[in-house]
Structures are given as structure tokens and as C-alpha cells.
């Protein structure tokens, strides 16, 4: 049985979830359990294959989701004792035309999966009187931008899901939390952003920065230390202030 802690990373191909935070969290002595619906990193999270499982895994697939657990715990030789939740879609429609169909798809990759595995963790956390479920959500879960309604929806929901599973879980040693990053320097996946719209975020972010992986990656890693323990039901905002700035864009200007 392996002597260190075992974190489950989800969304493993992204940006974020595969080439940061499970990179950060293996130098830092986690063994790792990462899966993407690929199964395929952007590249390797440590050079020591033994301290690491990757896997495909559908998240809309319960199915799926026990198999890859049963297949990680295998290979590691423990049950994971944290999980961070990088995996999910987006949708882009004006409301009116919105799909219902796609909407349902939306919520239940970015919310509903990410309840079925905190389900199917908690009883070895809770018998273990430790555990750390981390939600990657967004600033969208507070403020959006128009025609994101479902993504901005299964967002809001998570961070209220932190707080619901916070409340019940709490007792156990077990902390619930989400990171809200804003707008970050990188993609997430995909195609590189767009420089100007960049440019013009940054002029809205009172800290005139843009927040970067590495900085999302360093909050999540601290969530699952010991020194964050009595930080529970949170949503942190990784932002650079994006998100409390009421300054109006044009005042001063002729």
C-alpha cells in the first residue's frame, strides 16, 4: 500500500487539470489517478510511471466512472483521498434558441458527474476522518458574458453544491471547496486566445493581471493541505478582482 496521499484528477487533457495542477500536486508527493474522456495528457505528469494512473473515462458514464475508479485504485494500491474536478464543456446560444437538449448535456457534465463521484468518494473519507473535494468552477457561476447561459448555470451550481455538501460532510474531516479562476493568460483547451480580447480584460481586472495556471494550480494544491482544513463551503476567486470591480469602462473619457 502506497505510503502517500492519493488525489483524483478529472479533466486530465486540459490545460489546467493535466499539464498544472496534477503536475504541481505529483512534485509535491501526491500520487496521481488522472482521467480525461481521451485518456491522452498534453504531456507526462511525472517521470515515475509507478506514482501515476491515466485513464479514459466518460463523466456522463456512471458506468464508466466506477470502472475507473475500481481501475485506479488497482493500480495505485489506495482509494483516492482528494479529488479535483477539472472536467467539463461549454455551450455558446442565445437563450431564446437555446437547446434543451444541449442544455441537459452541459449540466450534467459540469454538475451532475461531479455529484456522482463525490458520492462514490465519501465513504472512504469518511472513514477515514479526512478527504478534499476540489470544483473547478468559474467566474461564470456569478457573472457572465451573454449567450453562456448553460455553462454559467452548471457553474452556480457547483459552488452551491460545495456549500449543500460542506454542510453535510463537514463533521468528517472532509472539506468541500471550488476555485472560480477569471479570465487565465491560457486556454483552458483549444485554440490560443484571442491577444485583443485579452488586452481588454485585463484593462477591466483592477490588478491590471490576468491570473495564470500556475496560480489556479498553487490555490488548489493549498485547498488540499492540512493548513486549509477549517476552509469549507468556499468558492475562491482567482480573478485579480475581475469580479468586485463596478468601475464604469468609459468614465473620464471625452
Excluded at 437555446?98 to 455529484?115: H, W
Amino acid at each position: 500500500m502506497t505510503k502517500n496521499k492519493v488525489c483524483l484528477v478529472t479533466g486530465a487533457s486540459g490545460n489546467l487539470g493535466g499539464a498544472v495542477i496534477s503536475r504541481l500536486l505529483a512534485s509535491g508527493g501526491w500520487d496521481i489517478i488522472a482521467t480525461s474522456q481521451s485518456g491522452v495528457m498534453p504531456v507526462p505528469i511525472t517521470e515515475r510511471n509507478d506514482r501515476c494512473f491515466l485513464t479514459a473515462c466518460d463523466m456522463n458514464n456512471h458506468l464508466q466512472i466506477r470502472e475507473m475508479l475500481a481501475k485506479g485504485i488497482r493500480f495505485i494500491g489506495a482509494r483516492p483521498d482528494a479529488v479535483v474536478m477539472c472536467h467539463g464543456v461549454s455551450s455558446r446560444a442565445s437563450s431564446e434558441i437555446l437547446d434543451i437538449g444541449e442544455f441537459r448535456k452541459v449540466f450534467d457534465t459540469n454538475f451532475v458527474s461531479c455529484l456522482v463521484l463525490a458520492k462514490a468518494l465519501y465513504p472512504h473519507m469518511e472513514s477515514c476522518g479526512w478527504g478534499r473535494i476540489v470544483f473547478s468552477s468559474s467566474i461564470h457561476g456569478q457573472m457572465t458574458y451573454p449567450e453562456r447561459l448553460s455553462y454559467s448555470v452548471s457553474k452556480a451550481a457547483l459552488e452551491a453544491m460545495a456549500r449543500g455538501l460542506a454542510v453535510e460532510w463537514g463533521g468528517g474531516g472532509i472539506t468541500i471547496n471550488a476555485v472560480a479562476p477569471g479570465q487565465l493568460t491560457t486556454p483552458m483547451k483549444g485554440a490560443p486566445i484571442d491577444t485583443e480580447f485579452l488586452d481588454t480584460v485585463k484593462q477591466r481586472t483592477p490588478s491590471l493581471k490576468l491570473p495564470t495556471p500556475n496560480q489556479v494550480a498553487g490555490t488548489v494544491q493549498w485547498l488540499l493541505s492540512d493548513d486549509a482544513g477549517l476552509v469549507n463551503g468556499q468558492t475562491v476567486r482567482i480573478d485579480g478582482g475581475l469580479g468586485v470591480s463596478a468601475w464604469p469602462e468609459r468614465y473620464g473619457e471625452e
